[in-house]
């Protein structure tokens, strides 16, 4: 599977300066509850992925985007839209202690599958 | 839909709690005392009402969570040996200030989340007390259990305290949940360290204000600040027993992992998308009980959506759709959404910006994967001072269970509705999901409710009711929802050890050696 993930500029540099600092990244979106549906940025070495996420696909060039749970084709089918908004998270997410976390929205209309 | 309430109540509400000793500015509950955050930062609390600012509370750092953890540990021996007498009195009168100040908190709750003040009045501040009342009745009538394994040997059981226990409560019923929790920890015998979410600390340092003094200094520690800090400086510690969270999927699995390394139990509630089943016999009559049917179709709104247990896909007999439905969206178009501090206010805001943004993005997916919007759809505009507000309109989808809108938690005022043909059918749609914390069923017939509630692969089945909550009910998940149970005195069991003396009364060697 392999979904376009469109990462806003703000996004791609925060994920830059969050690799300097922790090392690789992956990001991975469960759903549920009051947080649901929204992507955390873990340390790779730090989350253990399973075999019921399915990788979205990239976000640059070395860190993946898995999906936990939902439907992984609709979702890849749309594409995502990785941004960052301010305010804090109760998400495990390693962005959490600046005051900003990340946000992952449809790509709407950019999949011509209007 | 609007009303005519205006900023001006909002000020008037926020004038009444700092005249009923509500403080502009929170620092940590720690040890007895308000301790200000070693990060010196604060962070403004919003009301989704209005989106301006009602309160500041420590933004604290993972030093603050130590400083708790010390104080927690400190006095943990002390109060794990007082008698269950002792806590169960303790429990009564945290229950008896609670509902002594049920006004004040209720106000606090919906300024702070937006829930509808008929809610926090009716529901969450009452259902609070009781919880307290019950688990002070647990504690007090739980006995050990011994065991004859023999003629000379017995084993005795004895219930002992944790320790110090993690608790991290969400946004949507910010004071219950935390009674949820900490009552049970609190009969038990174990000191707390809880944070409330980001979102919604006021009632639960309210609460801290108001029966601190109850307990010994140390028992009940208060921590806020974002959760993806010091959260998980809570559920990572090597210092908790125990770690209870309610929360999202991810951060659930982390916590799981956490535990993994100093092996400690935990209690996790995770979420769910909930199927609400209406047999074909609901419609025999136009009585009582098809009104009541109704009001089971419209509770998805209740709390404007954001419960786990949001009877969020409606099932719906295919003999009785059209009509049904005719009836069931008439009701939902019927539904108030105003200012929660309007007393006929039947929906309040979503609870942040955040929210509102994912709700309708949820509604545009739904539309253009072809589910049919048969009202709502759109944001509410209030207009005036709450035109800011994160209002939505209730939101009723038909369309088909493998669609995003039916499998995906909202967490918003959105029920997805589809049709099915058998009782089999309906079991097959409704277990249909990766989650199973709640499910409904409506029917006249007996049979039909019971075979649905049992194979229902979900933690509660309410049956010809939804959304009650009183204790005495065990509540909790199957699969994805995650695992415990709450408000039930079974768990007590997850904030106990069971410490076996294993005893032999015979003078006699074994003769083994």
Known sequence: MSADIEVTARAAALLKELKERHGALLFHQGGGCCDGSVPLCLKQNEFRIGSRDTLLGFVDEDTPFYLGSGQPEQVAQRGLVLDVVDGDTERFSVEAADGVYFVSRPQWGACGKE | MATAVNQSSIQDVLETLHKAGVRSRYENYIGGKWVPPTTGRYFVSQSPINAEPICEFARSGPADVEKALDAAHAVREKWGHTSPADRATILLKIADVVEQNLETLALAETLDNGKPIRETRAADMPLTVDHFRYFAACIRAEEGALSDIDNDTVAYHFKEPLGVVGQIIPWNFPLLMAAWKLAPALAAGNCVVIKPASNTPLSLMLFAQLVGDLLPPGVLNVVTGPGGEIGKALASNKRIAKIAFTGETTTGRLIMQYASEPIIPQTLELGGKSPNIFFADVMDADDDFLDKTLEGFALFALNKGEVCT?????????????KFMERAVARVKKIKVANPLDPTSMMGPQVSKEQITKILDYIRIGRE?????????????????????????????????????????????VVSVTKFKTLEEAIEIGNDTPYGLGSGVWSRNMNNTYRVGREIKAGRCWTNCYHVYPAGAAFGGYKESGFGRETHKMILDHYQQTKNLLVSYSTKAMGFF
Not at chain 2, 310 to 319: F, G, I, N, T
Request: charged residues 25%.
């Open chain 2, 369 to 413: 994967e072809g589910a049919q919007c048969l009202t709502g759809g759109e944001r509410a505009h209030l207009g005036g001072d709450m035109e800011n507000g994160y209002f939505m309109e209730p939101t009723v989808f038909a369309g088909d269970n493998k669609m995003r809108v039916f499998q995906e938690e909202i967490f918003g005022p």
């Open chain 2, 310 to 322: 949001c009877p969020s896909r409606a099932l719906v007999q295919e003999s009785i759709y059209d």
